[in-house]
């Protein structure tokens, strides 16, 4: 009755670990509004990058870091992957 007031943290397309290809990273919400991301770490905020197409990571370590904000303006927690 009340799923539109929760914000579920975004979700990995990929558990977290090492990998010999290019790998296209998807996240994903439980509802409609926008995942803001970075990929080095940092907690990200509203002016992240927003989340709109799979994001290729290639060669090298990374960070990603993400959360969630639904149409109703509730955050939520942050998650990280790396």
């Given at each position: 009755q009340f799923q539109q007031f929760i914000a579920k943290p975004p979700e990995f397309s990929y558990e977290g670990g090492r990998y010999k290809e290019v790998l296209p990273l998807k996240l994903s919400a439980n509802t409609s509004g926008k995942i803001y991301y970075t990929m080095d770490g940092t907690r990200p905020n509203k002016q992240s990058t927003v989340y709109t197409a799979p994001i290729f990571l290639?060669?090298?370590?990374?960070?990603?870091?993400?959360?969630?904000?639904?149409?109703?303006?509730?955050?939520?927690?942050?998650?990280?992957?790396?």
């Open positions: 290639e060669t090298g370590s990374y960070i990603v870091t993400a959360y969630f904000v639904n149409d109703y303006g509730i955050e939520s927690e942050v998650v990280s992957n790396t």
